[in-house]
Structure formats: C-alpha cells, structure tokens
C-alpha cells in the first residue's frame, strides 16, 4: 500500500501517534487509506450537500475494509462571483483545486480517493486531479439544485440573470425583480440547467469515473446518500482490483464525453474543460476535435437555457443513460470501460429505460436540431480557434460593425444604458486567460442583452468565456488572446466583422497588419497574488487553459503539432 509509507515500522511511529490523536486504532491504521475529498462550503447552494456526502462515503469505505481519511478544498461560485472582478477566480480556481488535492493525497501517500464535487469548477478539477494522480478512484458529483417556480412555470438562475436585463430596459418593475429572485433556487444544488456543472456531471459519466445514473441524481434526493455510501464501497474494489482512472479514461471515451455535450447542447465550457483533463490524462485531444463531434451529433435534449427542461426534469425522464442509449442506437458511442469494472454498454444496458410518455429526450431520427450546440470558428481573428455558441437561436451568420470594450464592466455599462443595437457586434478584449486574468464569463452581458430583446439581433464575441446559461449568438475563447497579441486586440470601433458557422470563419475586413507595429499590451491588472502567477503561467484558452502541459504526453494542441512537426523538419533538413 502507497500509505506504508507513513504507517509502517518503527520509524513511522511519530505518524503513527498522530493518526491514533485522530481517534484510529490499530485496526484502522492497518486498513487501506481513502482520502474522501470534498469543496464544501456554505457560500452557495452549489456544493451544501457535500459534507453530507462525504460521511456516507467514508461509511461506504469502511464498510468495503478501508479507512477514510477526510480533506476538504475550496470552490469560487459562478452565480454569485459573475459579473464582479471575483469571477477572475473561477477558472484559476480549476488549477488551484486539482493541485490541493494532489498535495493533500500525495503528501500523505493515501492509497484512493473519493472526490465529491458540486459546482463549474470542482467538476473538471475532480476528473484533473484523478488523472494526474493515477490512483484508484471515483468521482461523484452532489447533484443539480431543483428548479424553482414562478406563475406555473419552471426558472433557474439564468432567469434572474435575464430579468436583470429586462429590469434595466423597463421592462419589468422593482417587484417583478424581487419575485424571480426570491423563487429561482429553492435549495442545495448546482444551477438547474444544463450549464456547466451538470454538463460536466454529465461528462464525469461518460469519460467511466462515475458509474451510470448517480450524477443525475438531483442534490436533495433521499437517494444521493446512497450513491455517495455505494462510491465508497466502489473505490475500495477498485483498489483491490488496481483499477485507475487512466485505464478508463481512453481516447474513445473522451469522444464518447464530446458526443453527449454536443447531443445536450450543453456548455462551451466542456471543451476548455475536456483539453484541460486530456492533458492531465495524457490523451491526445486539440480544438478541432470538437467540430465533428458537434457536426455529426445532432441536439437530442431539450434542456435550457436553450430549451425547456431543467436538470432535475431531465433525470425524472432517464437521466443521462437514456441519451446515450439513443447515441449509442445509432452508432454513435464507443464501447469503453468505466470504473465500475463493466464496460460503458453494459452499464447502458443494465440502466433503467426512459420514463413511459418523458418528452425531454427524443431519438437520433427526430432531433431537436440537426448538430450539436457550438462550432469551432478560425479566421484572421482567430487563427488558433474560438468557439461559436449555436444554442437557442436559429442563426448560422452576422455580419456587423464591431462595438469594442476593453473589459467586461465596460460592455455591460453599455448595454444597461442602452447603447447596443440590432446587428451590433460586442467586442470584449483582455478578458483572457492572462489578460482577464482567469477568462471571465460573460453571463452578465449576455443575460442582459436577451433581457432588453437584442438577444436575436446581437453578436457578442471576447477573449473571455460564457456560461452554460448563456444563449444567442456568441463567440468565446477567442486565441490568441488581445493580452498576448492576438487579433482582437487590433479591431477598432465600426470594424466589419464577419461569423459565419457554415464557413466555420471569424474575420474581419479591417487591415490588420498596418496597426500591428502600433500595437501594446494593455498593463496587467494584478501584479501580486494567484492571479498574476497564474497570468505568467497560463496557457492559450484553445488549449484548455491549463498552466502546465506534459512533456512527455501526446500532442494535444495545433500549436504543439506544428512546434513537433518543425522541429522534425529542422532535424531532417540538418540531416541531409
């Protein structure tokens, strides 16, 4: 056992007095050691449950001869830091989680782990941190909030997002406000649509780190308990068996995580977040790779914000199985194994059918829409790659004069004080990676334009990113960044800009090339803290955004790929 190392011999007896303070016996001691490791915090609704959680996994454990040993890391909540300067954190907060669960499981050589996780962040953080580590074990996300209620109908956040919009343009009066916000989230949970958080949970499944049905399991189920006691009992087969993350999360399996993203119309994020966990995984996977599988995959949930069904809804019907069974009829999936030890088909077939008469869920041949919810673009504005949002609106092109904000506050401003027009193009710049820093969503601007109207008439394209609840015609993830010299950053007021998802091109007519020599970085805006290292560390957002890529792991990028194949061509020129 890795946790010998702390436990075992004369030498580890001054560890050994520290776990028996703790209230182990000898027993306990000799047991294998489960790190249980959860974000709990009472910030949010997000990740409330989680602490609940974790004492049934830790019972779970013990149960199946283990002894679970308890950490807890940090979360930045989307829904309360959008729109301020605290949602500089959020993504930064990704690395942040991955490397303190490192930290805590490596620096005390535990043998597996349970990561429980609740909201944007902690998700792709969890699926992180079980990759880099390698060690046996299992994820479990604490499940969507329940949507709320107002005059008979169903509302999330993304609907108080929205009636801030509408508030500002008069639309709606003080009272209305206060209505939507008092019943838009009735308890523990992570936002009700499929944004981020249940896109991502949705992910864990289909990459094999939790097995089927428990991520859909809604945060205030009696029934999540249960899931959480049966995840403890698994790890510990798991270790018995020496079954890692890595040996489920394959290629296959990852194109089986991009098929359901795409099938769900659910966030742009899961890309960002996918490159990101593929590097850890070592698995070759760029950009591009997401094009046909949005393509090919056409939208067979209706799930906001572009449609009508909130997560809780969507798991009444089947869940996430019932998506992928209908994929999978259709030649759609791969056959992979997951950390149950059964392969993901036989985990569909042993998934209870769709709820008689649901309506959230239709098959392959009586799509929603024909292809995924986004688009990979390139262009002169973008010659790594963004990504276009296709969800919610019936539009494949825009054509308009470029409005230029320099930040996020800047184009909000603009909009509440009804400066944006119909066929307007927003320009959000140094809102990246390492010019944000930490790629802000745009859920603000975006939830305000849909507010006052201007939802189908607006193009919004940035640097930044959006959120899972963001709909209408938005190009995010814009790389090269405006901070690291990128195009965006040489667009000028009134510029022609041009978004085209048949020709899959984001450009612009304006002469680039003759302000190029004119160009200069805007200054940083921290200079101290997380923050600024993670500017100085931080890659391009087409790569996932992550802070370290690994030597000896595939090519993961285009930007790698032609580093590798220069290379080789340099080494064969000198060769002969």
């Known amino acids: 056992m890795r946790s010998d190392a702390i436990k075992t011999g004369p030498d580890r007896a001054p560890a050994r007095a520290m776990l028996r303070a703790t209230g182990l016996d000898d027993d306990a001691i000799a047991r294998p050691m489960v790190a249980i490791v959860h974000s709990w915090s009472n910030v949010s609704p997000c990740n409330l449950n989680l602490r609940e959680l974790a004492e049934a996994a830790a019972e779970g454990v013990r149960a199946a001869g283990g002894t679970p040993v308890e950490f807890n890391t940090i979360a930045v909540t989307d829904g309360i830091a959008m729109g301020t300067t605290g949602m500089r954190s959020s993504l930064v907060s990704r690395e942040v989680i991955t490397d303190s669960i490192e930290l805590a499981v490596d620096g005390h050589c535990l043998d597996a782990m349970v990561v429980l996780c609740g909201c944007d962040k902690t998700i792709p953080a969890a699926a992180m941190a079980l990759a880099r580590l390698n060690i046996p074990g299992v994820a479990l996300y604490g499940g969507s909030i329940d949507h709320g209620s107002r005059n008979g109908c169903a509302i999330t956040v993304q609907n108080v997002f929205e009636a801030v919009g509408a508030h500002g343009a008069g639309k709606i009066s003080d009272e209305e406000l206060d209505d939507v916000e008092r019943h838009a989230c009735p308890g523990a949970g992570a936002c009700g649509g499929q944004y981020t958080a249940n896109t991502m949970a949705m992910v864990l499944t289909m990459l094999g780190l939790t097995p089927m049905g428990f991520n859909d399991i809604p945060a205030t189920h009696p029934s999540k308990l249960d899931a959480a006691r049966k995840c403890g009992e698994l790890v510990m087969d798991c270790l018995n068996t020496d079954r890692k993350p890595r040996d489920v999360m394959t290629r296959d399996a990852f194109d089986n995580a991009t098929r359901v993203v795409a099938a769900t119309a659910g966030s742009t994020n899961a890309v960002l977040h996918l490159l990101a966990i593929a590097n850890e995984a070592r698995v070759p996977l760029s950009i591009e790779d997401f094009e046909p599988a949005s393509k090919h995959t056409p939208v067979i949930a209706d799930l906001m914000p572009g449609g009508r069904f909130s997560a809780v809804e969507m798991s009444a019907a089947g869940g996430v199985a019932i998506v992928a069974q209908e994929l999978r009829k259709a030649g759609m999936l791969k ?126 394209i940035t640097d930044g990113r959006f959120s899972g609840a963001t709909h209408g015609f938005m190009v995010g993830h814009i790389a090269p960044e405006a901070a690291r010299g990128g195009p965006i950053g040489l667009l000028r007021e009134g510029d022609a800009i041009f978004i085209d998802a048949s020709t899959r091109e984001l450009r612009t007519d304006a002469d680039l090339a003759s302000r190029r020599a004119a160009w200069r970085p805007e200054p940083p805006k921290v200079t101290r803290g997380v923050l600024a290292k993670y500017a100085r560390l931080v890659g391009s957002a087409a790569e996932g955004a992550v802070t370290q890529a690994f030597d000896d792991s595939p090519a993961t990028s285009p930007r790698v790929r032609r580093e590798i194949e220069d290379e080789d061509l340099t080494q064969e020129l000198i060769g002969n």
């Open 335 to 460: 056959d992979t194994d997951t950390v149950t030890g059964r392969t993901m088909f036989a985990e569909l077939d042993a998934a209870p059918a769709a709820t008689e008469g649901q309506v959230v869920v239709r098959p392959v041949a009586d799509a929603f829409k024909p292809r995924g919810g986004y688009s990979i673009l390139y262009g002169n504005l973008s010659p790594e790659g963004c990504i276009l949002k296709l969800a919610g609106h019936g539009r494949s092109s825009h054509a308009g004069p470029a409005r230029v904000f320099e930040s996020e506050e800047e184009a909000f401003a603009a909009v509440q004080g009804g400066r944006i027009r119909a066929g307007d193009v927003m320009v959000i710049r140094n809102e990246g990676p390492a010019g944000g820093p930490g790629m802000r969503e745009m859920l603000a601007v975006t939830a305000a334009l849909v507010g006052r109207g201007l939802g189908n008439d607006v193009a919004l």
